[in-house]
Nanobody
Framework: VQLVESGGGLVQPGGSLRLSCAASGFTFRLYTMKWYRQAPDKERELVASIRPTNAVTDYADSVKGRFTISRDNARTMVYLQMNSLKPEDTAVYYC?????????WGQGTQVTVSS
């Protein structure tokens, strides 16, 4: 299993970023995909998830209405569109899948929201 995130960077408050996660090594279309984030000195938290076939989504209260998770099963990609970014969204963002009884993580991509 391999998960590779991209798309992070420095953005001003109120700005937008789109994160991408390229997945391989498992049957992507059958698994729920998730985005987590971890800010300095804080625990890793679940940001958003998307189910495999019906694409039902779920979000942390802190990002509802601002973030949108989506997936492309043909390209085995999962995305996180982040709008109206706030300084408190600053964190390393990770793609995640639970497969074969184990949790797999990408290397993470840094998002910094600052003026």
């Amino acid at each position: 299993v391999q998960l590779v995130e991209s798309g992070g960077g420095l953005v001003q408050p109120g700005g937008s970023l789109r994160l991408s996660c390229a997945a391989s090594g498992f049957t992507f279309r059958l698994y729920t995909m998730k985005w987590y984030r971890q800010a300095p000195d804080k625990e890793r938290e679940l940001v958003a998830s998307i189910r495999p076939t019906n694409a039902v989504t779920d979000y942390a209260d802190s990002v509802k209405g601002r973030f949108t998770i989506s997936r492309d099963n043909a390209r085995t990609m999962v995305y996180l569109q982040m709008n109206s970014l706030k300084p408190e969204d600053t964190a390393v963002y990770y793609c995640n899948v639970h497969y074969g009884g184990s949790a797999y993580w990408g290397q993470g991509t840094q998002v910094t929201v600052s003026s």
